[in-house]
């Protein structure tokens, strides 16, 4: 851990980083270098770059960090003692930190050249020798490396970082010729033969599409070329397509031309290179000319590979079709929901040739001589328990008829004998569970150890003494289950090629909603994860629905294309015209579209004028603005401390302001604790009711804060019957005796007061007599306004209607 916290150690592995990303950075761009150089120059060019770059790295960092700049380096000091783990492992780190980022650069400041960053291929070695090649060119170097930083050593006089980086330059001119960088053939020196041919330019692309399948032609009927190196010539006519200067079908040519000769185990290697370049087939320069030949090209290599024995070589083309073509390639879709009629299960029709029989007698004679006792638990028979006759055989393997070609199961009779053989099959599946059976013990045992082992079923094995395995095996229960949800789906599923005589009548639709739920209910039963299994099937069936419904519709495109309207457009008013929102009367009242927006809008004539009157500018009283929460604090009213507005927060905020402004408590200083503005505004309330007016009647309240013998403070509440309340609120009484005084009257001021006309109506609905509706109308006017159905705007309104002696009346009362 000291290491760890040193300057020292730190100042180390920035320069192995430093270092190692200088190293990276002139050894890919000397790899990449020129491409007119010839193979021998480009060979010693390379080496001398790696060897000097070493030498001179060495020399500048060796005292900082010891200048490995590889990780092989360091693994040879850790091994000889001469570094500690912690700091080898950092070493490694940086080293490899270093040479990520110097690749990027190179990346970043050669895109012409960088397609394969110097990348190595073998060159008439094998992988194993291309190894041991490797391994002794390394040793060397790590051995000069120990031996020349010894510092036990008295003889060492020369440079040891010019002898590193001489050992360096060895290695590479020892093995070079072992490896080719297939960054450097490019397909530069074909430019210039390009240029030099004579004709057009179609005439020069012929000739160097033909000489490049010559060379490869050579090489194959040689076949002393390894897959690098036909992966090189592709390389080189991939780089030729990009110049120009070669066709866009050439790589494709040359792909078909390597696999068809190729013996399969080879193909592999080539098919992994078609893989990693997928974004290169889907550029516009390749796909249009190339699409067609990949799929003749995988198409081609499907028919030479075996499904059972090469399950995941064609697993892995199909997965490269899919990326390669886009969803909407209708030529990759079944549109007509065609099947594989030639799919045919072939199994014994001939119930004298049939075994069956034969065998359960021989099993229950074999059974008859073992003597009880004799069996361990470990020597059950692995035979199974489910009664297994020919007629069960036939009708079992004569359901895969009707999954091969679903279109039968619309013809009557056909579906009758579907029905039954369905039911009896499901009936066995029912009845003998895996968990039921002698043998399950040791196939749950089998399930377990296999780790969930991928199961492909290439055709099935329909032989009789095969039968009762078969239905004792999970993966075959859950294939043929599955095969039944399949099918059940398309009969339901709307298919756009669908015959119009492909119709399920009642019958036929409640069966199949009954079996479908027995299918689902037998899938989670099977072992191992039958609920997890059951659940995913269903999810895949749901996507597929979304996938047939979008084949019916045509198979539209997923991007979304602009409509463009050619249409010349009418132009639009930016702003409405006076009729559309201006109101009717002499008043022209506007409508704002919300009825409070509307009430607000239309108090003054001119309200930018209002807003400036001096009438605006005002701040309530203390005792006006806490009399509700002085109310609410009396305990005899029993308000739960939830609904007090001093819980508000809209309200504790306005009480701040104005007890800044207008009290001399806010800016005392308290000794008193309060967890929530609620508390605070609490305590001001039962302060601020102690200092309220002496001639408004008061009731004694507790506070909380004085002590037992101080309890009888006074906390003023305001009455109904207070002559103040009374100059503010309306009452019920008021409203009273204005409706009997309007009478039939009453919708004269309901226009003073902006009610709606549906407010009106439903007035007139609610009640016939003419001073209920009088009273109805003022009870929606003061259920409207609120706190602001004061009497002064009774009056107001009153007035205005020319009801001037109920306003004097009601002014008076």
């Known amino acids: ?251 494709f040519l040359l792909l078909g031309d390597v696999l068809d000769c190729l013996p399969l185990d080879q ?122 006759d020919y007629n069960l055989y036939r009708k079992f393997w004569t359901l895969q008829d009707y999954f091969r070609n679903p279109l039968q199961c619309y013809e009557k009779f056909s579906w009758m004998t579907f029905l039954k053989y369905s039911d009896e099959t499901l009936a066995v599946f029912k009845s003998f569970k895996l968990d039921d059976m002698q043998a399950s013990k040791r196939k749950l045992e089998e399930l377990r150890t296999s780790a ?27 294939h043929i289950l599955l095969q039944y949800l399949i099918l059940f789906q398309y009969l339901k599923g709307q298919v756009k090629f669908k015959s119009s005589n492909c119709i399920l009548n009642d019958d036929q639709t409640a069966w199949i909603e009954e079996t479908t739920k027995l299918v689902h209910q037998l899938l989670k039963e099977i072992p191992p994860e039958g609920e997890k299994f059951s659940a995913m099937v269903e999810h895949i069936l749901n996507t597929e629905e979304n996938w047939n419904g979008w084949k019916n519709e045509g198979c539209p495109s997923f991007v979304k294309e602009r409509v463009v309207d050619d249409k010349p457009k009418r132009p639009v008013r930016k702003r409405q015209a006076p009729e559309d929102f201006l109101g009717k009367g002499p008043d022209r009242k506007l409508f704002m579209g919300n009825d409070e927006l509307t009430r607000l809008w239309n108090l003054h004539a001119d309200n930018m004028e209002a807003c400036k009157s001096d009438d605006r500018e005002f701040m309530p009283s203390l005792d006006e603005f806490f009399a509700e929460a002085i109310e609410q604090a009396d305990p005899t009213n029993m308000v739960e401390d939830e609904y007090k507005v001093v819980r508000n927060s809209n309200y504790g905020w306005r009480a701040l302001r104005l007890l800044s402004r207008r009290s001399p408590h806010f800016f005392q200083p308290t000794n008193q604790k309060f967890k929530s503005l609620a508390d605070y505004l609490d305590s001001m309330v039962s302060k601020l009711a102690k200092e309220l007016p002496k001639d408004i009647p008061s009731e004694e309240i507790k506070t909380g804060e004085e002590d037992d013998d101080d309890n009888g403070d006074n906390l003023l509440k305001e009455s109904n019957d207070s002559p103040s309340m009374q100059s503010k609120m309306v009452s019920n009484q008021q409203m009273d005796d204005v409706a009997a005084k309007l009478g039939a009257k009453w919708k004269t001021l309901a226009g003073q007061l902006e009610m709606k006309a549906s407010e009106l109506r439903e007035i007139e609905t609610d009640s016939e007599d003419v001073d209920m509706q009088a009273k109805l109308l003022l009870v929606a006017w003061q259920d409207r306004e609120g706190t602001q159905a004061t009497v002064e705007n009774l009056v107001s309104a009153l007035n205005a209607a020319s009801f001037t002696q109920i306003a004097d009346n009601l002014s008076e009362a």
């Not at 074999?366 to 004799?374: I, N, R, T």
């Open 1 to 251: 851990m000291r290491e760890f916290k040193s300057k020292a150690f730190w100042r180390a592995v920035l320069a192995e980083l430093v270092g190692m990303t200088l190293f990276i950075f002139l050894s890919i761009t000397t790899a990449i270098g020129n491409s007119n150089n010839t193979a021998p120059d480009q060979e010693v060019k390379v080496a001398l770059a790696f060897g000097l770059a070493i030498a001179t790295l060495a020399q500048s960092l060796g005292h900082i960090s010891g200048a490995h700049l590889n990780p092989a380096v360091t693994l040879g000091m850790l091994v000889s003692c001469q570094i500690s783990a912690f700091k080898a492992l950092m070493y490694i780190v940086a080293q490899m930190l270093g040479s990520a980022l110097a690749s990027g650069i190179v990346y970043g400041v050669r895109p012409d050249g960088n397609a394969a960053l110097g990348v190595n291929a073998l060159s008439g070695v094998t992988p194993g020798q291309g190894v041991g090649i490797e391994l002794l060119a390394t040793f060397q170097l790590v051995l000069c490396v120990i031996a020349v930083t010894d510092k036990r050593r008295r003889d060492v006089t020369g440079s040891a970082p010019l002898a590193i980086g001489l050992s360096v330059c060895l290695g590479h001119l020892a093995a070079a010729s072992a490896v080719s960088a297939l960054a450097g053939r490019t397909s530069k020196p074909l430019i210039n033969a390009f240029n030099q041919i004579t004709g057009n330019e179609a005439e020069k692309k012929t000739t160097l599409d033909q000489s490049l399948r010559g060379v490869l032609g050579d090489q194959i009927v040689e076949q002393k070329a390894s897959c690098d190196e036909y992966l090189a010539l592709i390389y080189i006519s991939i780089e030729a397509v990009t110049e120009g200067i070669c066709s866009a079908t050439t790589p």
């Open 267 to 388: 193909c592999d290697k080539i098919f992994s290179f078609v893989e990693e370049n997928v974004s290169t087939w889907k550029s516009s320069t390749f796909y249009s000319a190339g699409k067609n030949y990949l799929l003749r090209m995988c198409n081609d290599l499907l028919r030479r590979l075996s499904k059972s024995q090469n399950t995941v070589f064609c697993g892995r083309i199909q997965l490269f079709l899919a990326r390669l073509f886009p969803l909407s390639e209708k030529s990759g879709l079944n549109l007509q929901s065609q099947f594989n009629l030639e799919n045919i299960t072939v199994f014994n029709k001939n119930e004298q040739e049939s075994t069956l029989g034969q065998k359960h007698t021989e099993e229950k004679e074999d059974g008859m001589e073992v003597e009880e006792g004799e069996m361990g638990e470990e020597e059950v028979p692995a035979t199974c328990s489910i009664p297994i």
């Open 452 to 478: 969930g082992e991928h199961v492909y079923f290439a055709k099935f094995l329909t032989s009789e003494k095969l039968m009762d395995l078969q239905l004792s095996d999970s993966n075959f229960r859950r």
